[in-house]
């Protein structure tokens, strides 16, 4: 049994020797939807989400598809994680928290599984949202390279119309632009980390022509790149320890 928080709630009366009642309380960032149990029918693929995508910050948003009131298969093995959480706080040390917070994911995600399970819902991702994986992890690993269409096409063994018609419905954005994002994305590491050129970055991040590189980086951070860096500097020094 889920409860939100404030919730009104009852359990068994001390004494009584009809079972133990395990309790934990949590929060979490972003917060927990509810789970409504007319929402299956909407369900198809569980984590398409653009947090897959590198240029995306939020590091967790996925939806948690758990029932407030179900009763879960395995529900020895949930017992004993809960008994381990309990220990776990009961003599906290060291990272108890990160202990208690795995243990609390798994005993979610026994809930969530036995539930899909239950409820016999094809969760599969379909053929195309797997290209579309496969095709995310192959641009952040060549992203600094060049990558004609045609070698796209021999890597995914599709059309590139098809391709780019993949990637745009689960990213939200075309191939191109997630590729300067990806390019962007590291020259402003290098500006802030590196004393390195800005011709050298534009190379490095794969851009032959600087000025090219530099109005591609105007467009997506609205700056130029030495003024993303010496405004970066500036502000690094500004909030440095003992700095006037």
């Not at 011709?199 to 980086?217: L, N, T």
Request: with cysteine.
């Amino acid at each position: 049994m889920l409860l939100k928080p404030w919730e009104t709630h009852g359990g068994w009366k001390p004494g009584e020797r009809q079972g133990r009642f395990f309790w934990a309380q949590f929060s979490c960032d972003p917060v927990m939807d509810e789970f409504l149990l007319h929402q299956a029918s909407e369900l198809t693929i569980i984590h398409a989400s653009q947090l897959e995508l590198r240029t995306i910050e939020r590091s967790s948003d996925d939806p948690l598809v758990i029932p407030r009131l179900f009763r879960p298969k395995r529900i020895y093995k949930m017992l004993g994680l809960f008994e381990e959480l309990l220990e776990t706080c009961k003599k906290p040390k060291g990272n108890f928290r990160f202990h208690a917070t795995i243990l609390l994911a798994e005993t979610l995600r026994l809930i969530s599984d036995d539930w899909l399970e239950h409820t016999k819902l094809d969760t599969a991702a379909p053929t195309s949202y797997r290209t579309y994986r496969r095709m995310i992890s192959y641009l952040n690993d060549y992203y600094t390279e060049d990558i004609p269409k045609q070698n796209l096409e021999h890597f995914m063994d599709r059309k590139y119309e098809y391709l780019c018609h993949v990637f745009k419905k689960y990213a939200n954005t075309n191939i191109q632009q997630y590729v300067h994002q990806l390019r962007t994305q590291r020259a402003k590491y290098l500006l802030h980390h590196t004393s390195k050129s800005v011709k050298s970055i534009a190379q490095e991040v794969g851009y032959p022509d600087p000025f090219h590189f530099s109005r591609i980086f105007k467009k997506i951070e609205g700056v130029a790149p030495q003024h993303y860096r010496d405004n970066g500097v500036h502000n690094h020094q500004q909030h440095a320890p003992g700095s006037p």
